[in-house]
């Protein structure tokens, strides 16, 4: 059975930086995307937004346009683990942050409904 487990959560000063943790476990195969998604305050579960995506077996990556050129997502196969490392920190990236796992695909995937896998979440909150 697949199991997510995330960690690194906390708060910051804007500007600063946080790197977020996901062991993987039960994982049988490379045919995976993995990704980062964000849930901010106030905000219902479809407003989930996709922050970073890594497929397993090619490393190829994609953000959102609100995060890209300040989080890297990457792996590191031997812990079994994606980091998703995020540098100048805004106000606005204050969120609960989940990682997610889609099992058997092929491709980079966006949408968080076809996730078949969820971390519990990490609380990041940026302020001053």
């Known amino acids: 059975q697949v199991q997510l487990v995330e960690s690194g959560g906390g708060s910051v000063q804007p500007g600063g930086s946080l790197r977020l943790s996901c062991v993987v476990s039960?994982?049988?195969?490379?045919?995976?995307?993995m990704a980062w998604f964000r849930q901010a305050p106030g905000k219902k579960r479809e407003e989930r937004e996709g922050?970073?995506?890594?497929?397993?077996?090619?490393?190829?990556?994609d953000y959102a346009d609100s995060v890209k050129d300040r989080f890297i997502i990457s792996q590191d196969n031997a812990k079994n683990t994606v980091y998703l490392q995020m540098n100048r920190l805004k106000p606005e990236d204050t969120a609960t942050y989940y990682c997610?796992?889609?099992?058997?695909?092929?491709?980079?995937?966006?949408?968080?409904?076809?996730?078949?896998?969820w971390g519990q979440g990490t609380q990041v909150t940026v302020s001053s």
């Open positions: 922050v970073a995506y890594i497929y397993i077996g090619s490393g190829s990556t």
């Open positions: 997610a796992a889609v099992v058997g695909v092929r491709w980079l995937v966006r949408s968080q409904w076809e996730y078949d896998h």
């Open positions: 039960g994982m049988t195969t490379d045919s995976v995307c």
